[in-house]
């Protein structure tokens, strides 16, 4: 079965780029990625997603591979306000889920 | 607007009760899933609801059930509760499912059974 895997947490200091890693060798060619944020106590928070092509938004990049068995997003200048644990996500449009990986605990350093 | 709501925000139950908890969508959005997270863990697909109907579910027992309301509200039911039962109830909305969308969640109910 698709999933996803990152690294448990990073550490970055403020005002620096962030390039958080997420592997998916089995996506299926019709898998979106996304990725959430969650902040203590809170709702995941949408942040992005892709297909196949690098999107940009207001609060990230994301990179995806060619082969599409990995993707990185960039946070291009972290604040402490991004601290949170970052999911990197599948979804499946034949089952219509959501398969969310265990995330990466993002450390914001002043 | 007011967001993904849900209710109530904790909830303390025994072991054996039904617990219900409720959603209300994002306004303009027509789709409802509910997850389960546990302490430390990233969120678990229990149910999808659309056009009043059960679309998918994910590998939970028949102890959680649910329903979508004309108003796309939803509530989620869990009957004869267990302590591993104990977690962040998540409720998320959205536009004819979540595939390559923008989901909005809430913040949760804290289901702690006792």
């Known amino acids: 079965d698709a999933k996803t895997t990152q690294p448990n947490s990073m550490e970055s200091n403020e005002e620096e780029p962030v390039h958080l890693p997420c592997n998916h060798s089995?996506?299926?060619?019709?898998?979106?990625i996304h990725w959430y944020r969650q902040l203590p106590s809170q709702g995941p928070e949408y942040v992005i997603h892709?297909?196949?092509?690098?999107v940009n938004n207001r609060m990230a990049s994301l990179a995806i591979a060619e082969d599409r068995k990995s993707s990185t997003l960039i946070l291009h200048r972290a604040t402490l306000r991004d601290a949170a644990v970052y999911y990197c996500?599948?979804?499946?449009?034949?089952?219509?889920?959501?398969?969310w990986g265990a995330g990466t605990k993002l450390i914001i350093k002043p | 607007d007011a967001g993904v709501t849900q209710s109530p925000t904790h909830l303390i139950k025994t072991r054996g009760q039904q617990v219900t908890l409720r959603c209300s969508p994002k306004s303009g959005h027509d789709t409802v899933s509910w997850y389960q997270q546990a302490l430390g863990q990233g969120p678990q697909f229990i149910f999808q609801?659309?056009?009043?109907?059960?679309?998918q579910r994910g590998n939970f027992p028949d102890r959680f059930s649910g329903h979508q309301f004309p108003n796309y509200s939803s509530e989620l039911n869990v009957n004869a509760l267990l302590l591993g039962d104990s977690a962040l109830y998540l409720c998320?909305?959205?536009?004819?499912?979540?595939?390559?969308?923008?989901?909005?969640f809430g913040q949760g109910t804290r289901l702690t059974v006792v």
């Open positions: 609801y659309y056009e009043e109907e059960e679309r």
């Open positions: 892709g297909l196949t092509s690098n």
């Open positions: 996500i599948l979804s499946r449009v034949s089952n219509y889920q959501l398969i």
């Open positions: 089995t996506i299926s060619g019709t898998d979106y």
């Open positions: 998320a909305s959205s536009r004819r499912g979540l595939m390559n969308t923008e989901a909005f």
